[in-house]
């Protein structure tokens, strides 16, 4: 049975938030286990600004935008294609990724601290324990780094295999720029499945729910919350990328519908694995904390029950008493996925899908937009 933080001595109370505040501070630092954010939020960091804030996202913005571009200008210029080099198309494109690096930081900060509440409700220190040993080896640039390299290097293959060469060869830098968005979406893709495998780590230990609907307790309710605004900012990350390669890949029409495919396929993945897989988690931790509340009541109902007629005034008190929480928990919701939040996570996969229907059915209309 789990303990409750009231039982629990000072010590191990202040273990566990110790435990919970260094995974939640670490785990809300995505610099932390992701590179390319490393590099823009470290660097922004280092200068003593915070990136959430307006000063934050006017640097994220100026320090992605002008990597998007400097990389491959660079790379332009040093292989003698700079007068050929579509420097309009990687502006576009750099502005775009500016633009989304300026804005999705502190909405995806807040998802990610409200995502942890549940983490901050473990009463186990053990437990809690090898989550963070779990996290820092496996959310780690040494880890995501190769990985997204490995994925961007196979993409990237992929790719260069389909491009129409006799329609419209591509520069040295352009390849540069869609490596780097490959890159990403190894990166965000990565963290999200890694995000839904821990979750089966979750379930193993005991949390401070609230006994009469374990459902309906502050912090679970906060990190359901949290879980749908990810699910919505994979979304708009997959949308932006998606838009990235249309621009990016304008003229090798078949190209770019397949690779709008292949992401939308990613963005679907990615969701089940970081939204649903911590959902049924959650359902299986409420499952057991009322089994554990239930356990106890029913044991004390069975033993009042079986000398009904014997009982004292205030044992008769008492079977009523417990038979009436008994029921309030038995009809306490257990449904982490009410039909409210299935229409969100749905949604999360409505503007990427529309772009990609858009971009197979308007191709032209649609790029003439970014043209």
């Known amino acids: ?18 435990l919970a505040a260094a995974y939640t501070e670490r785990h809300t630092g995505m610099e932390n286990y992701v590179l390319s954010w490393k590099i823009a939020f470290g660097a922004i960091r280092r200068l003593g600004i915070d990136p959430r804030g307006p000063r934050g996202r ?49 909405p995806l900060h807040a998802a990610i601290d409200d995502f942890l509440a549940l983490h901050r409700l473990m009463a186990d220190v053990a437990g809690l324990e090898r989550l963070v ?38 520069d040295t830098g352009t390849v540069v720029v869609a490596a780097m968005l490959i890159y990403e979406v190894g990166e965000v893709l990565f963290t999200v499945i890694m995000l839904g495998i821990e979750s089966r780590l979750l379930d193993r230990y005991d949390y401070d729910l609230f006994r009469l609907s374990p459902i309906d307790s ?31 890949l304008s003229d090798q029409a078949m190209l770019v519908g397949q690779i709008a495919l292949a992401l939308l396929a990613l963005a679907y993945v990615a969701t089940a694995f970081g939204v649903l897989l911590p959902r049924l988690a959650m359902k299986r931790i409420v499952l057991a904390e009322k089994e554990r509340e239930l356990a106890p009541l029913q044991e004390r109902l069975d033993e009042l029950a079986g000398r009904l007629r014997g009982l004292t005034v205030d044992e008769e008190k008492e079977l009523v008493r417990l038979r009436d929480m008994h029921e309030h928990i038995l009809r306490s919701g257990e449904s982490v996925l009410p039909l409210s939040s299935v229409g969100q996570l749905v949604s999360s996969l409505i503007i990427p899908t529309i772009t990609v229907a858009l971009s197979q059915a308007g191709r032209e209309f649609i790029l003439r937009l970014f043209r």
């Open 218 to 248: 502050v912090g679970l309710q906060r990190s359901m919350r949290g879980s749908n605004r990810l699910g919505l900012l994979v979304g708009l990350v997959a949308t932006t990328i998606i838009v990235g390669f249309l621009v990016l």
């Open 58 to 106: 006017v640097a994220n913005l100026v320090l992605v935008a002008a990597l998007l571009f400097g990389v491959p200008a660079a790379v332009a210029a040093a292989t003698g294609e700079w007068s050929a080099a579509p420097l309009r198309t990687w502006a576009l494109v750099a502005a775009l990724f500016g633009v989304l690096g300026a804005v999705i930081y502190a």
């Open 1 to 18: 049975m789990a303990i409750r933080s009231s039982q629990r001595s000072e010590v191990d109370n202040a273990r566990l938030r110790g």
């Open 133 to 170: 040993a779990w996290e820092r080896r496996w959310f780690s640039v040494r880890v995501s780094a190769p990985v997204a390299s490995m994925f961007a290097a196979a993409m990237l293959g992929l790719l260069l295999a389909r491009v129409d060469q006799s329609r419209a060869p591509l």
